[in-house]
């Protein structure tokens, strides 16, 4: 296919705010509205550096190098968004007791339903699972069920979110088992 997988780091940021807003704005604008996606963008669609920091977050770059891809898993009890402080011993999860979070997965519009996203997931869900979890929650967002349920994620419940000023997203909390490797 020519593309690269490789871990995300903190020089990476920029590139991943760049391309975390061109994916919302083209492909969620089938699912949301413009100030929809305006207050999601920077604040639950945003890049976690936890998760960088983590060695969690996956990247995918083209043949020019060009970032065109991102997501992966967490170790860290926060569904979404970022967290207000890094590193903290508290938000940890525990291995077989929660559930992993699978995070923020953003294609470039065009490259979409090629198949990244689900290979994203699955590089993911084994790393989750050789970290000693068996099952894996998220929060989807309309698109992003799509990907999940067709690789068998659950939906728990469907819900809106608040992002204030009177603004909501609608997105479904899922779940999937996986067999822990311990
Ligand atoms: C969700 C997203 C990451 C999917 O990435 P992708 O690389 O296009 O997905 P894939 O090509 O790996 O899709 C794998 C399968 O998932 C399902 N799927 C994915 N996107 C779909 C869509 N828009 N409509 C219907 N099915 C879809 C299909 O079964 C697809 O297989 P197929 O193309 O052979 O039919 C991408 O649509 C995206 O970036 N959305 C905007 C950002 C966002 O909201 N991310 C989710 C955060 S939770």
Redesign the pocket.
Known sequence: MGFKFRKANLNDIDELEHLIEL??KS??SLFYTESEINAALGNVWAVDKQLLIDQTYWIVENLEGIVI?C?GWSKRKLLFGKPKSLTQTESELKPGLNPARIR????HPEY????????LLIKSEIEAQFGGYNSLE?V??L??E??FS?QGYKKIKTFELNLGNGITNKVVLMNKTIASTF
């Open positions: 994916s919302a492909i969620n891809g997501g923020a997965f953003f294609i979409t339903r090629r198949g990244i996203g689900k290979k998220l989807a967002t698109s992003g799509k990907l067709a």
